[in-house]
T-cell receptor
Framework: AQRVTQPEKLLSVFKGAPVELKCNYSYSGSPELFWYVQYSRQRLQLLLRHISRESIKGFTADLNKGETSFHLKKPFAQEEDSAMYYCALKPNQAGTALIFGKGTTLSVSS | EPEVTQTPSHQVTQMGQEVILRCVPISNHLYFYWYRQILGQKVEFLVSFYNNEISEKSEIFDDQFSVERPDGSNFTLKIRSTKLEDSAMYFC???????????FGPGTRLTVL
């Protein structure tokens, strides 16, 4: 079964500390992986996708097919990074559905 | 920057009533989606729509649900006879192509009493 697991419901860090939001997936083929972010009272928006291999707002994520993971990392957290982060999987290019994890709330305090 | 819009932002209805949730996708997009998120749970895919047809649907999308693109701009989700368990946030999304990023609307919070 296709599944995305985000084991942490809440991650609290201090400003300037490194951040790693974990995401593991279950899928037998070659999925496409995404991170979406939802800031307070705003809509879901794409943060990054693995095929573009870019860094957005200092965040990076590497697809590890061996560990079936797509963890989101940032070396130095900022208070404005506080938000809900969702990892999502698209099973294949022919499909349309995104399969989401439950989300992790990141709280960055000073 | 163009955005997906949804109306209303909050809908309260009585159990058994029909509701229609409305979405205006980004104007040149071709693929349209509905997702829902029950409070405290994950965002779940309901249905995708392309070329005036459903292209994919989940097990949640049963006969009580239907989608329509009644004109060139709106994309609607109808729930025929609402149940308490239909209470959720409903998100619309759209993409230009199948491999492109899905852009989400702000959501409609549906409360069934």
């Amino acid at each position: 079964a296709q599944r995305v697991t985000q084991p942490e419901k809440l991650l609290s860090v201090f400003k300037g500390a490194p951040v790693e939001l974990k995401c593991n997936y279950s899928y037998s083929g070659s999925p496409e992986l995404f991170w979406y972010v939802q800031y307070s009272r705003q809509r879901l928006q794409l943060l990054l996708r693995h095929i573009s291999r870019e860094s957005i707002k200092g965040f990076t994520a590497d697809l590890n097919k061996g560990e079936t993971s797509f963890h989101l990392k940032k070396p130095f957290a900022q208070e404005e990074d506080s938000a809900m982060y969702y990892c999502a999987l698209k099973p294949n290019q022919a499909g349309t559905a995104l399969i989401f994890g439950k989300g992790t709330t990141l709280s960055v305090s000073s | 920057e163009p955005e997906v819009t949804q109306t209303p932002s909050h809908q309260v209805t009585q159990m058994g009533q029909e509701v229609i949730l409305r979405c205006v996708p980004i104007s040149n997009h071709l693929y349209f989606y509905w997702y829902r998120q029950i409070l405290g749970q994950k965002v779940e895919f309901l249905v995708s729509f392309y070329n005036n047809e459903i292209s994919e649907k989940s097990e949640i999308f049963d006969d009580q649900f239907s989608v329509e693109r009644p004109d060139g701009s709106n994309f609607t989700l109808k729930i025929r006879s609402t149940k308490l368990e239909d209470s959720a946030m409903y998100f619309c999304a759209s993409t230009l192509g199948l491999v492109d990023t899905q852009y989400f609307g702000p959501g409609t919070r549906l409360t069934v009493l």
